[in-house]
């Protein structure tokens, strides 16, 4: 919700190892706590509030931005518990104290919160207000079992000293369910939606379905900065054979829409890839055709049919083949080379002068000395988590999420 | 696949870069120099280039404005350094078509260090050439009568006439040329747009790359089109120059007419091509220091060849003059024997064929130049083969004139006989067109990537990752069958 911290995430993310981003990226999203003001929820309630008032559309999105402060109050919670819990032994139980309290403020003002969108939505739009009331107090309920989980795991670190990992476990199990929300949402949501973000997050809301059980965070709740989101998994290698076998692998998992970069066309890929073959060469044939088939009747029509030109008594039709041989040749090239221009275009559907991964700086070195594979968020198969579990054991020298503006 | 794309020890062959040349020594060494300043050398070329290229503007302007009055050709002689100079450029032009698409289907890697720079080379030649047609029309701003579109006079273009299929051709050629080039750039614009620094470059790279990413779903498709574009422009450059040389064969017109013509003009096209490629290369290379990237041992496999076409050319010049006697023409073997060689008695004005040295300028160029060329020693030697390529380039351009003057200016009836002196704007348009070619040429080199950085990075040894890895079974099982094979 707030800008800083989440600029701050990313300026330190530059300078850190692979894992050390990865976390950040994942600190970035929203996925594990940040270091956020507990006082937030309460200022935003207010605000929503007033704004659910207006139309009934709108407070829709009210009830869900409630619930989000409460998610991110409640991941504030675990974050701080997480830093107390890092420091001295001393200071672990108030720590974990001071977690809980948090984290119990944080669940009363969600619900609060939540409670009061819901009911002014009843007020200004009965039937859609009740829908939104049941998606509310779900979403209560969630921050609720979160809450209790990070209650819990503070309890743990003050025993075992090891609270730190305990609630980044928890939290990134929530962030992983939550990302399940978001992939649907991405995939109903149609692709220009990129202007939409509140039209994608009703769409989760009313797709959720009761097996999704405490899913109904808004999935905008993963971004930390609401004007991004995660756009693709990219993975950097050093040599090509790394590239080939990690190609083979992600082809092996069944992927669709991932990608291979390289400064050149290195053989063998396309069997690691998996790749059917191209089609550009019947694109070439039938311009090729065309432009043949265009000779012969521009010929004849032109000096035969239209204005016949009789010279030396030479004949003007058929008997003129051998003459018309020549263009036929060259149109039936310049069409193939336009035919292939326009294959080549269509198939690799360029220009696309932009694409995120041009997002990543990384991603330079791909026309220089580097390889890369990239995942991109619209997969079927894509997972916040497996994703990078996959990606990470094929051992790349560097891996991010390449988040996309929106 | 891959096994064939290693070198053969066996037999000689070897990686053409040293082993231990990384992917961004390659990048660094080709993209840095349209990153730095020009060096010193650039701009001795640069400015006396534009200069000479408004030499070229001026005496332009005058023949417009004047009328081909203004060139020396006169009847007989209807066509003089005009289309001596166009089939001159042209047939440079072949030499980049050839080196970028026929060694590409024959697989020679060694291609990948100069066929960007030959490639450019045909785009700019073939430019310098379409301009003689269009100006020796007389009234260029009525040349879109060459075009099949409907025009105040009511009628179409001759098809049958080899002038036409010319303008075909020559347009296709030009067209087909920057497409294949354009495409061969676009992920080394890539490279240059990733490395930019300035807003300025970024964007105009960035534009002109199309948001290439190296996605291998998109090297799948471009690599095909490539090949395709390989394999539509072999037949293409071959059928330029014989469409070019129909001109000259579909005639009557005694050394004109004859069926040896097409490949003849083939041949010596190449020839002078590689001839020119070589010429610039030398420069460029010292100017820039390519040293690494243009090694000794292309310039060795340019000169032989260069002997090997050089070859074919004196194989023509010979069948010429066999054909001229075993036809029995009375007017083909004059024209051979006296008019070329100088042989034979006086004509009417007391004197042979006044253009008789030429044809010896253009042997002596052609086929005995060349020759030095079956010595390793001057095909390693810099300067050696420098002066030989210009001398090649010259007596190149005499061919064309030999065959196209000497020719006309005696030909049926010695009432009609005439002869030739070229005008200062003759003279001034020939060297003017140097000024196009090298001002486009020494622009392209400071702008834009003069060798293929991703051809050459995949030619690298480590380029295509160790072979047996298990990332796939079915194309190790290929290899072994063709080294199996191979065996």
Same mark, same amino acid.
């Given at each position: 919700m707030s800008d800083d911290h989440n600029s701050d995430d990313q300026d330190n993310g530059e300078s850190s190892p692979p894992k050390d981003r990865m976390k950040r990226t994942l600190v970035g999203m929203g996925v594990v706590g940040a270091d956020d003001k507990p006082e937030k929820p309460m200022r935003d309630k207010k605000t929503l509030v007033g704004m659910v008032q207006q139309k009934a559309s709108d407070a829709a999105s009210a009830a869900k931005d409630a619930a989000e402060d409460a998610a991110d109050a409640v991941g504030d919670a675990a974050k701080e518990a997480k830093d107390k819990a890092g420091d001295a032994l001393n200071t672990i139980r108030e720590a974990a104290a001071s977690a809980k309290d948090s984290a119990g403020d944080a669940v009363d003002s969600a619900v609060d919160s939540a409670k009061d969108a819901a009911e002014s939505a009843k007020d200004t739009a009965g039937d859609v207000a009740d829908a939104i009331k049941g998606k509310a107090s779900d979403a209560a309920s969630a921050v609720k079992d979160t809450a209790d989980k990070l209650t819990d795991s503070a309890k743990a670190a003050v025993a075992g000293g090891a609270g730190a990992g305990a609630a980044a476990a928890v939290t990134k199990k929530s962030g992983k369910k939550s990302s399940k929300t978001k992939k649907s949402s991405s995939k109903s949501a149609s692709k220009s939606s990129s202007s939409s973000k509140k039209a994608a997050s009703s769409h989760a809301a009313h797709e959720a379905t009761p097996s999704h059980g405490h899913d109904d965070h808004d999935p905008a709740a993963l971004d930390s900065d609401p004007n991004t989101r995660p756009a693709l998994y990219l993975a950097e290698y050093e040599t090509p054979d790394a590239l080939l076998q990690a190609a083979a692998a992600v082809r092996d998992a069944k992927y669709s829409k991932w990608d291979c970069h390289t400064p050149y066309a290195i053989h063998g890929m396309d069997d690691a890839m998996g790749l059917p073959p191209t089609k550009i060469g019947l694109i070439s044939f039938v311009c090729g055709m065309v432009g043949l088939a265009t000779a012969v009747l521009m010929i004849q029509y032109m000096n035969n049919w239209d204005y016949p030109i009789i010279v030396g008594g030479k004949p003007t039709g058929v008997g003129a083949f051998p003459s018309m041989v020549p263009i036929m040749f060259e149109l039936t090239v310049l069409l193939t080379g336009f035919g292939t221009l326009g294959g080549l275009f269509h198939l690799c559907q360029l220009p696309r002068h932009y694409h995120p991964i041009f997002e990543s700086t990384r991603f330079e070195r791909a026309t220089d000395d580097r390889f890369f594979l990239s995942i991109q968020v619209e997969d079927d198969k894509f997972d916040l988590e497996r994703t990078q579990e996959l990606l990470e054991s094929t051992h790349p020298s560097y891996l991010e999420l390449v988040e996309e503006k929106l | 696949m891959s096994a064939l794309d290693a070198p053969i020890e066996e037999i000689g062959e070897r990686y053409l870069l040293p082993k231990e040349t990384t992917f961004n020594d390659v990048t660094e060494a080709v993209a840095r120099i349209t990153e730095t300043k020009a060096p010193r050398g650039w701009w001795m070329l640069f400015i006396p280039s534009v200069m000479t290229l408004g030499l070229m503007l001026t005496c332009m302007g005058w023949l417009v404005t004047q009328g081909v009055g203004t060139w020396g050709n006169n009847g007989p002689v209807y066509w003089a350094w005009d289309i001596t100079n166009f089939v001159w450029w042209i047939g440079i032009g072949h030499a980049g078509t050839l080196i970028s698409a026929i060694l590409f289907l024959f697989r020679q890697k060694w291609r990948t260090s100069i066929n960007r720079f030959a490639e450019a080379m045909t785009v700019f030649a073939v430019l310098c050439a379409a301009m003689f047609p269009a100006l020796h029309t007389g009234r260029p701003w009525f040349d879109y009568y060459l075009a099949p579109i409907p025009n105040q006079m009511g009628i179409w273009p001759n098809f049958k006439s080899p002038l036409m299929w010319d303008v075909f051709a020559v347009n296709t050629y030009l067209t087909i040329s920057v497409i294949f080039w354009f495409v061969g750039l676009i992920p080394d614009l890539a490279t240059?747009? !990733?490395?930019?620094?300035?807003?300025?470059?970024?964007?105009?790279?960035?534009?002109?790359?199309?948001?290439?990413?190296?996605?291998?779903?998109?090297?799948?498709?471009?690599?095909?089109?490539? =090949?395709? *574009?390989?394999?539509?422009?072999?037949?293409?450059?071959?059928?330029?120059?014989?469409?070019?040389? *129909?001109?000259?064969?579909?005639?009557? /017109?005694?050394?004109?007419?004859?069926?040896?013509?097409?490949?003849?003009?083939?041949?010596?096209?190449?020839?002078?091509?590689?001839?020119?490629?070589?010429? =610039?290369?030398?420069?460029?290379?010292?100017? #820039?220091?390519?040293? &690494?990237?243009?090694? /000794?041992?292309?310039?060795?496999?340019?000169?032989?060849?260069?002997?090997?076409?050089?070859?074919?050319?004196?194989?023509?010049?010979?069948?010429? #003059?066999?054909?001229?006697?075993?036809? &029995?023409?009375?007017?083909?073997?004059?024209?051979?024997?006296?008019?070329?060689?100088? *042989?034979?008695?006086? !004509?009417?004005?007391?004197?042979?064929?006044?253009l008789w040295w030429s044809y010896y300028a253009m042997v002596g160029c052609n086929v005995l130049v060349p020759q030095i060329f079956w010595f390793k020693k001057c095909r390693t030697s810099v300067p050696i083969m420098f002066i030989a390529t210009i001398l090649i380039n010259i007596g190149m351009w005499f061919e064309r004139f030999v065959i196209i003057v000497t020719s006309l200016h005696r030909d049926f009836l010695p009432s009609s006989w005439g002869d030739f002196e070229p005008t200062g704007i003759d003279i001034g348009l020939y060297i003017g067109t140097f000024g196009l070619f090298m001002t486009l040429f020494l622009l392209f080199i400071r702008w834009i990537p003069m060798i293929a950085i991703a051809e050459v990075k995949a030619t690298l040894p480590h380029a295509h990752g160790s072979h047996g890895d298990d990332h796939n079974h079915e194309h190790d099982h290929e290899d072994h069958a063709h080294a199996a094979s191979a065996e």
């Open positions: - | 240059l747009r !990733d490395r930019s620094t300035t807003k300025y470059r970024r964007m105009i790279y960035g534009f002109l790359a199309l948001g290439w990413r190296g996605s291998h779903r998109h090297w799948q498709h471009y690599e095909r089109a490539y =090949l395709i *574009f390989a394999a539509i422009s072999t037949p293409l450059v071959l059928s330029v120059h014989s469409i070019v040389s *129909f001109d000259f064969a579909t005639s009557v /017109i005694p050394g004109w007419h004859t069926t040896i013509f097409p490949p003849y003009f083939v041949a010596g096209a190449v020839f002078s091509g590689f001839a020119l490629v070589m010429t =610039l290369m030398l420069i460029v290379r010292s100017i #820039f220091g390519m040293h &690494n990237l243009v090694t /000794i041992k292309h310039l060795d496999l340019m000169n032989k060849f260069m002997l090997g076409t050089g070859l074919m050319v004196g194989y023509a010049y010979a069948m010429e #003059f066999f054909v001229a006697w075993y036809s &029995n023409n009375p007017y083909e073997s004059w024209v051979f024997l006296h008019n070329r060689l100088g *042989f034979g008695e006086l !004509d009417s004005q007391g004197n042979w064929g006044p």
